[in-house]
């Protein structure tokens, strides 16, 4: 798996839902893979993307992932977050 190749295929998806793809994380965990993507947006009142908003996007990239060959044919568990609140800016 190619965090860059990942990327590509994710901006579009998060960009319409108005959030910015901050980094992906790939990982080995045992017979599967951790894909960790962490967004970024303005949300509601300018607060960061909420719970729903995460939800959604979550949604898209699981399905943009499926439908794309970037994430080979190995198992993989997908985390969609935010940066949260106590992240610097």
């Known amino acids: 798996m190619d965090a860059n190749r990942i990327s590509t295929v994710l901006e579009p998806v998060l960009a319409a839902h108005d959030l910015e793809l901050e980094t992906i994380e790939i990982q080995p965990a045992g017979r599967r893979t951790l894909v960790r993507v ?39 568990t997908l985390e969609v977050s935010s940066r949260g609140v106590s992240r610097p800016l």
């Open 38 to 76: 962490v967004v970024d947006g303005d949300g509601p009142e300018g607060h960061g993307p909420g719970l729903d908003d995460i939800a959604e996007a979550t949604q898209s990239v699981s399905a943009a992932l499926d439908e794309s060959d970037v994430t080979g044919t190995g198992p993989y």
